[in-house]
Structure formats: C-alpha cells, structure tokens
C-alpha cells in the first residue's frame, strides 16, 4: 500500500511508446524507467494523460504480441496490475493480486509450496506448462516457491490463447511477469512490515548509475511468519540483481537474475467429514510438526540483447537458465476412518530437481504494402528442459496405522520409514518458428495474424524399472483476430487461436500422455478513455480442450486423461483513475467449465476449483490532509461454490472477504501503512484436490508497514 507519488492528481508529463518499448525483455517496459534507459530511437508516437508508473490503468502491454502496437488496438482481452496497484494492497507475493482480476481461481497448491491457478477454467500443469512467463520466457517450470514480487514492476493476465506466440501454453490464457528495470539516476528506498501472527518482512529496493553507460538495480527482501495454521511456519530469501549496459545508442544488454529460498512445511489444510467442511477448526494441522520444513531454493538468470537496426527494424536476442529445487519430508492424510474422526496418513520424502535453459532471438519491423501498415515479428525460440523427481513413501498398515484423531490431535508419534516409490527423470527439448504480423487497414481496422510451428522431443526414464518412453509431437498452431476502431475510445474485436501442449509423466501403467490441444474463440469490447487513465474490457470465450490430465480414481498419486473439457463464459474488468482523488478496480466472471466427454466422468462435471461466478471491487480514495496525504480503501472480494474433487461429488461454498487498507505520507519520503484483511474473520476455502486435502483461506490479519526513501 506503497503510492510512488506525492499527488497523483499533478498533470503528468507526455510518454512516448518508444520509451515503453526501449530495453526491455518484452518490448514494452515500465515508462519510468524507460526515459533513463531509452537507447533505440523508434519513430515517436505521443500518449497525454495517464503515467503508466502511478495508473490503474495501464495504456500498453507488448507481452500479447511482442510488438510496439497499443494494447487498446489487439484482439484479445488483456488486464495488466501495475506497481500502483501491487503497492496499495501491498502485495508481496503473486497470489496477493489474483483477486484482482476476472476468471481467476486458485487450484491445489500443494501444500502451499507453490502458485497453482486457473485462467477461464483451464490449470494446465503447474511445473510442467506455460502458465506463467517471466519477461516473455518460461516462469514455471519446474519446481516454483510461491512467487515474491519485490522485484515486479506489474503483472500481464493475457487472456486467451497465446500458443502462436509463446508455444506450450493454455488456451484460457498466459501471465508474465515483468520485472523492475535499472535506472540511470539514483533511488533508494526500504519498508518494514510488521502485523499478525509473528509476520516480519524487510524489503530493499535500490537502483542508480555505475557509469555512464552502467546502471545496476538490486531488490532484496526477507520474511518470516509463523501463519494462523497450527504449526506451520514460514520463512524467505530473496535477493533480485539486474544490470542494464547501454553498450551504444542502438545496442542494449540487460541481465536480470533471481535468488530465492523458501522454508515452511508441506500442509495437505483440513479435511472434510463426510462431505461437511468447518467440523476440523481451519487452524488444525494434520501433519507431523517433527517432520521439519520443505525446502525451496529457486534461482533464474536472464540476459537479453536488443540491437535498434534503424528506426524501423530492431533484433533482439535472449537467454534464460533456471534452476530449481525441492527437499523435505511430510506426514499426508490418505484416509477417514468409519469413526469419522481417526485419520490415517502417509509419510512422504522428496528431492526434486529441475533446470531449464531457454533462448530467443527474433526480429521485428514496420513497413508498408501499399495502403497497409504492417508491423512484423518473425523468431524461434528453443528450450532444453530437465525434471527429476525422487521420492520416498510409506502407506499406514494395521499394524503401524500411523494415524491421528482430527478432533483430539496427539503429535510425535513414531514416524514411519518410507520406502522407494518414484524414481524418474523427463528430458524435454522444443524448437518452435513462429511469424505474426499486425496490419492497419485505414484508421479503424487492425487484423493480426500469426503462425507458429514447435517440435518436441520427450523422454522420460523411470530409474526404477529401467523403462524408457519417448514421443516427438510436433504441430501448427495459428492465430487470427481482428479488431474495429469506430473511436478512439472504443474497440471491438474478434479472435481465434489454438493451442498444443505436451503432457509430461506417465500413466499407471507407465504409458506417455497424448498431447493436450485446443481451440479458443473469442470476442469483446474495449473502452479507454480521452485521457488514458481508465479502461475497461467485456469478453466472452468459448473454449474446448482435448486430452486434459486429471487425478486417476483407481490409482492415488496417479493421472488420467480425461478426455474432452470446455470452458465458456463472459469477463469484465475495469481499472482507473475515476476522479481526481479515487481510484478503481473492479472486475466479475461468469465461467462454464466442464467435462464433455470422458471415460470415468459423468458429462457435465464440472472443473475442480472454478466457481461459476467470481467478481471484486477496490476503491481508493487519496487527498490532501494536514501537511501530507491521506489514503482510505476498501474491497469485496466474492467466489462462488466449486467442485472440490474430480468427480464433482464435494463441494467448496462460495464466500466473500473485505479488505480495508489506510496509508498517511508524512513527507515525500516517509509513509506509514495499515492493511485488514479478511475483516470479519470468515471462515472460507480457498481449493481443494480431495475431501482429504482441503485449503482454508487466511485468518484476519492486521499489517502495519513503514516506507523511507533516501
């Protein structure tokens, strides 16, 4: 709940888009930094009105196309949660700004080891998928810590299919995150928070010149919470360099790198007797406390070179390596006894390991065919991908039922020994083509076009067996829209794109999946205002997806394919600055997501975790008080029921949280911060995977912060 602004209200200076697009992964990067670290002169096209630093709204996005075209003018719903908007609800963490936006649910996050989360119904594979991308490469891969965002500068929610130019991705749609740039002028500044049950969090932000042509930046945080569950604590490191060489005026190189580790235990949530949920108090833990933490260290490097041919051709080439891993034991629910209150459980040892190593180079330009204005990209990309999983495990027998009463809880129990269980290694490979053009037909016409073909060669080794299986899929996947101008404040728009996917892991039997594909269709309307400090979009979508994975009934630990699943539904969002001293963002969802064909599940089962309906509302009202400046916000925040496992016979109930938030600046450099959330301490459940693994949502929780600059 940080504002980077003495007075938004002042008149802001003009941003030019050739600032957005300068040094940046993903051409278009925050404007505040921008103007420090432009290097490319592309032909300059004014924008008056809102400060893409400080606004809601945010006028551009260049992660939907990796082109220099306005977000305002793609064929796709988009909604970007800038600094602004992270800093007021004083988010540090990625599922701090979910609520935020329409068609978002929260999916198994095991244990609450990692992000996991649905867009328009479709979760795809958390380790394995393209759910996530950071500064427009692969972000979750692997084995992910839930994401800190001390580093971020906003967050890209690219709804719909982004397979044509991203690959291995959802057809519901793609995040990125893009993260803080270096500056060639010095700032400085650190916060402290504080609040309940035993949270500490020390954040450091800090940038300036090291040269004439050297700018560096380091973001630094560390946290340790002790949570309102039982037993379960939490503790972080998080340490975020990037450098930025401007080596001429035409040629640019960033790095950017990442340092986490992440401590706190596996925590499987309650259960649900008999289908009722709120007999085990939401504090209750299940596990074993002399089990210790899991352990989390993620660590990720990015360098990027962006060479301004003239002022209407750029190259840009890049690499990512990314290195994650997973260590820990765990005490898991497996079962409820006829008593319904003795619960068995399962003792589990992990190592897992991943890395991944990414490139891309591609090219784009501006030129005309006549009346046609075309703006090109043409590139491939490639990745090397390696996920090794070992783990231990060890069933509850009649003779060591290793068990605990739910309602009487006894802890320290003998733990079992666990025994080998899995033992395997996926090497993944994918070279991917892909060419799209944007092409202004006169002043209200814009159609994009895009192509993009990937092949993959995949091995998986189960270590155990000796067993080697391999397939190299291989497919096109295209994309098409067009969007209407009629004005220069509104928009409509139609799109349709498929997807292709590799499902990584094997079934029961030992078999490779077939791959996952899609087709996405989707239409809206879009508002921006004269000024550029509010926008809003309303889309609807119809999508069918093949082949998906879903838990194996017959088998535990084990998936199926599912067959065929559709999602359908309409989106609204909004965001801006309403008057000159409120600001707003508000967002609902009506999501249909169900199976429609399958060999297990009935038609018409609908996906676990995805409410049919979800909206929210924030509002923030700032102005002048005394010698400084006062801020006062409150949010609702409403998810419908869900399925609460595969086969749709338990249900999550719907439930509505309010958040209240006040902040006072001192001085330009001082501000204190106080958020509620949760304010009248309900009880609510955030996702499910099984009766036996359900998530509660946080207690109330009060924090306090403190903001300096120097």
Known sequence: MNPTQTNYLTT?????????????????????????????????????????????????????????????????????????????????????????VSGISRQNSFGGLWDNFAIRGLAGNENTGMTMLRNGFGGNRGFNAPRDVANVERIEF????????????????????????????????????????????????????????????????????????????SRRYFVAPAMTWKVSDQTTVEYDGEWLRHEAPLDRGVIAINGQLGLVPRERFLGEPGDGVVTLQNQTHQVVVQHQVNENWRARAGLSFRYNTLEGFSTE??????????????????????????????????????????????????????????????????????????????????????????????????????????????????????LRFDQFDQRIRNLRTAVTTQQQPGQVVPRVGVTW??????????????????????????RPFDPEQGDAWEAGIKF?????????????????????????????????????????????????????????????????????????LAAGTRLLNVPEWNANALAIWEDSVGSGRLGLGSGVTYVGGRSGVANDAFSLPAYTTLKLLAYYRFTPNVMAT????????????????????????????????LQVRF
């Open 528 to 600: 921006e205002s004269k000024d550029k400090r509010m926008g809003a979009t309303l889309s609807v979508f119809h999508i069918t997806k093949e082949n998906v994975l879903t838990s194996d009934p017959a088998n535990a630990g084990f998936s199926v394919q599912t067959g065929e699943v559709r999602s359908r539904g309409v989106e609204f969002d909004f965001l801006g600055q309403v008057t000159d001293q409120v600001r707003v963002v508000a967002s609902a969802a009506w999501t249909d997501a169900e199976v429609t064909r399958d060999n297990t």
């Open 12 to 100: 802001l200076p003009s941003v030019s888009l050739a600032m957005l697009a300068a040094a940046a992964a993903v051409p278009s990067a925050e404007a505040q930094n921008s103007a420090t670290n432009q290097t490319t002169k592309l032909p300059t096209v004014v924008v008056t009105g809102a400060n893409p630093a400080t606004s809601y709204h945010q006028p551009d996005s260049g992660a939907a196309t990796r082109l220099d075209v306005p977000a305002f003018e793609v064929p796709t719903a988009q909604k970007v949660i800038g600094r602004q908007l992270l800093n007021d609800v004083t988010a540090t963490r990625l599922d701090d700004a979910l609520d935020y």
């Open 158 to 233: 690219l709804k719909g299919t982004a397979a044509a130019l991203y690959g291995n991705s959802e057809p519901g749609g793609t995040l990125n995150l893009v993260t803080k740039r270096p500056k060639f002028t010095e700032e400085h500044q650190a916060r402290v928070l504080g609040g309940s049950f035993g949270r500490v969090r020390g954040e450091i932000d800090t940038t300036g010149p090291l040269g004439e042509s050297v700018a560096y930046r380091l973001n630094a945080a560390g946290e340790d919470s002790s949570g309102f569950r039982d037993f379960v604590t």
């Open 485 to 510: 101008l009629p004005t220069q404040q509104w928009a409509a728009y139609t799109s349709y794109g498929t997807s292709f996917r590799p499902n990584f892991g094997t079934d029961f039997a030992g």
């Open 333 to 450: 629910a497996t079962a409820l006894q006829a008593d319904n209150r003795t619960l068995t459980r399962q003792r589990r040892y992990r190592d897992y390991y991943s890395h991944d190593t990414a490139f891309q180079t591609d090219v784009t330009g501006k030129f005309e065919t006549g009346p046609l204005k075309h703006d090109l990209l043409a590139g491939v990309e490639g990745y090397y991908f390696m996920l090794d999983q070992f783990m231990l495990r060890r069933n509850p027998t009649a003779l060591a039922p290793y068990a605990i009463d739910v309602f009487n809880p006894v802890y320290g129990q003998a733990p079992l020994n666990p025994a080998a269980n899995t033992d395997t290694r996926e090497d993944t490979t994918d070279i991917g083509l892909y060419l799209h053009d944007q092409v202004a037909v006169g002043e209200h016409w814009r159609v994009l076009a895009g």
């Open 674 to 705: 106080l958020d509620v959330e949760n304010v009248l301490d309900r009880t609510y459940y955030e996702s499910s995977f099984s009766q036996m693994w359900v998530r509660p949502g946080d207690a109330r929780a009060i924090t306090v912060g």
